[in-house]
Structures are given as C-alpha cells and as structure tokens.
C-alpha cells in the first residue's frame, strides 16, 4: 500500500467514526430518551443525501474538467463512509434495543447497505483507473440504493432476534468477504457492459474494448480470491451450524454457479483463449448470475438461508 492510499485508509476510517460518534450522540441526547432511533428517524435523509451526492457525481464525469471530476469523486468517498457509519448505528441501536450484540449483517435490508457501501468505496477507486467507467458505476449504485429504499418502504429495517445459527463468530468474517466479492463482480460486470456497448455501438464516448475488459479483469482478479474465501468460510460454518459441509442449498448451489462462471473467465482470459468482447459478456452474464445469487435466491427460493427473504 502506498502513501497516498494509507493515508485515504485512514482518513476513511476516521470518517467513519466521525459520522459514528455524532449519530450515536444525537440517539443518546435527543432520539432514545423518545423510543425512537436515528437510523429509521433519519432515513430519508440518507437516501436524498446519497442520492445527490450520486447525481453530481455522475453528472461531473460528462464534464472535460479533471479538477472538478477529483472533487465529485471524493464525495463517493466520503458518502461510503457516511454508509458504513449507518452501518455502526444499526449495530449500536439493535444492541440498545435487543440487548446483545447485533451485527448488521442479519437481513436482506441490512446487507444491501453493506453491499452499497462496498460498491461506492471500490467504485472511487476503479474510476481513478478510468473516468468513463463513471455513468455505468452511476447507474449501478443508483439500482443499489433504490433497493435499500423499497426494502425500507417494506418494514424490512426492523430489528428482530436473529436465528441461532447466525449468532456466530463466523458471520462477520464470511459475509464481509462476500460482499466485497459482489461488489467488486458488480464493478466487473458493468465494465464489461461497457465494453459490450463500445463493441456494438463503437461510441467515441467510450474507451475500447480492451480497456473496458482489462478494468473488468482487475475487479474479478481482486474479488475472486475473496469470494472463494467466503465459500470455504461459509462450509465451516455451514458444518459447525448443521452438521454439514454441503447440503446444496439454493443459496450454496448458486453460490458454485457464480464462483464457477468467474473461474470459467479467469482460465479462458489467463490462457488467452477467447477474444476481449466474448470476456466482457461472460463479465456481465456473471454478474446477472451474482445479482440472481444475491436477491433472487433470497425473494424466490427457501432452504436454509432463508433467513435472508422478505418478512
């Protein structure tokens, strides 16, 4: 890690505890004594505040002014921040509530917060590589935070006492590694969506195809050996739960569909077998797949992670 990045690291982290520290004092001061909490009270806040924070910085990117373009990019930085300390204030209001420790990591509503999160912070850093990458990043978070929004329109921001196979050391580790493997395959997938474009369409606007699959490869090339992790972590824990390794639950079966497809493209694109644009529409068709493993296995199929369907 360089310099620059460690100093962003910690900067990242400050802020954090920063938007953290003031939301827990304004829940402690003005919102508990009420029974009411921030995350709920304040919610419209956060989505309009993201949601401009998103526009601008889309609408910066069609902009020929580099200066501005670094500004715009920086406030994804620091809305990734203002998303993870939501996060802290879930975890910190579902203690006061539930009595017990609470990482909100527990429900559908929860973990597309999370997978926001990772996707805006990952997102500020890979249009550094590429500015055009921008409006296809723009329109990616825009889908995730209108699901955050109609998850929140269902009641599904409720806290609720969380299933005894979840009270576990391993669900933070395994579902962190997860959605930072989902949200980098979400960065992969609409790389590569880009590059179908400019391949179909040859728009100046956009950069080639080689350029648009090598972005796309980076993504998968960091996310990959992470998701794999989250795979092993979530057999373990699968075993010490249920007694199982494997049970070839819908959300363990399309997790191997998803891990497979990505293999697929690595091999294909290591030993340089398949042409750039075929790579950028295994990319995209993966990512389909991850966003079916991700939201459909929870609204359209039960098994044991049913857990994470709407209620």
């Not at 497809?261 to 075929?278: C, F, P």
Request: proline share 2%; glycine share 6%.
């Amino acid at each position: 890690m360089n310099k620059q990045n460690l100093l962003l690291t910690l900067f990242f982290i400050a802020y954090i505890a920063l938007f953290t520290a003031l939301g827990a004092y304004i829940n402690d001061t003005y919102l508990f004594p009420t029974a009411k909490l921030l995350t709920f009270e304040f919610f419209d806040v956060f989505a309009i505040v993201n949601f401009i924070g998103l526009t601008i910085w889309g609408a910066a990117s069609l902009l020929k002014k580099d200066n501005l373009f670094k500004l715009s990019n920086f406030i994804i930085y620091i809305l990734s921040a203002f998303s993870f300390a939501f996060l802290c204030l879930i975890h910190l209001e579902a203690k006061e509530i539930l009595d017990y420790a609470h990482w909100p990591l527990s429900n559908l509503y929860e973990v597309s917060i999370v997978l926001y999160s990772i996707t805006t912070i990952l997102a500020f850093y890979f249009v550094k590589l590429n500015k055009k990458l921008t409006l296809f990043l723009y329109v990616l978070l825009v889908i995730e935070l209108g699901l955050i929004v109609w998850l929140e329109s269902l009641g599904q921001n409720m806290y609720k006492e969380l299933m005894p196979a979840l009270k576990s050391y391993w669900l933070p580790t395994h579902v962190a590694f997860n959605f930072i493997g989902y949200g980098s395959f979400a960065i992969a997938g609409m790389a590569g969506l880009m590059g179908l474009i400019k391949n179909y369409t040859n728009i100046k606007l956009l950069p080639s195809v080689d350029v648009a699959e090598s972005l796309s490869f980076k993504a998968i090339a960091f996310g990959f050996p992470l998701f794999t992790i989250a795979t092993i972590l979530g057999s373990l824990w699968a075993y010490e739960a249920w007694g199982a390794y494997w049970s070839w639950d819908p959300k363990e079966t399309w997790a191997l569909i998803v891990w497979l497809i990505y293999a697929i493209y690595l091999h294909l694109r290591v030993t340089n077998r398949v042409s750039k644009n075929t790579l950028c529409i295994i990319s995209f068709i993966a990512l389909l797949a991850t966003a079916f493993c991700f939201l459909g296995v929870n609204l359209y199929l039960s098994g044991l992670h049913s857990y994470g369907q709407l209620s």
